[in-house]
């Protein structure tokens, strides 16, 4: 069967720490594919954070994100009380839409990489809108301070 394979992005500009609990663990005592997709979607949360938006609302109190697709490689089990970083770049941005890479480590060893397709979204009308403007400025400050 052909996998997806997914690479490392060359820059990673938001950091999101986690120490895995016993929650986190599934029936093999590693952790669990769900409880991944789910630190990678605080750690995107903690990103619109860090930028002044949520994923409810990307400044124009309209757009907000719907998710477009997912895709995860694993690399190397997470266990009980693990400290994880999630490392997260926003990327491949169009008018409305972006894609959003994540690198997940412990201790330097890669768990997984990570990557969601998300796209604006208008909850109102249901419908696929434009990346607000202030979003995009936003973002383009935030990655030339990191430089």
Do not use: C, W
């Amino acid at each position: 069967m052909p996998r997806i394979r997914l690479k490392p992005e060359p820059v990673y500009e938001f950091s999101y720490h986690v120490t895995l609990k016993p929650r986190d663990m599934n029936y093999g005592g590693h952790l669990g594919n769900d409880t991944l997709v789910t630190l990678a979607g605080e750690a995107r949360a903690g990103l619109f954070k860090d930028l002044g938006f949520s994923e409810g609302d990307l400044g124009d109190g309209q757009m907000a994100l719907i998710m477009g697709d997912l895709a995860v490689n694993y690399r190397a089990e997470g266990f009980l009380y693990d400290e994880l970083l999630i490392e997260s770049h926003v990327g491949e941005i169009t008018r409305n839409s972006m894609r959003i890479f994540h690198r997940i480590t412990k201790k330097g060893t890669l768990v997984a990489l990570a990557e969601t397709g998300v796209l604006a979204f208008d909850y109102r009308k249901r419908r696929i809108g434009e990346i607000p403007h202030v979003f995009m400025e936003s973002l383009k400050k935030y990655n030339e301070a990191q430089v």
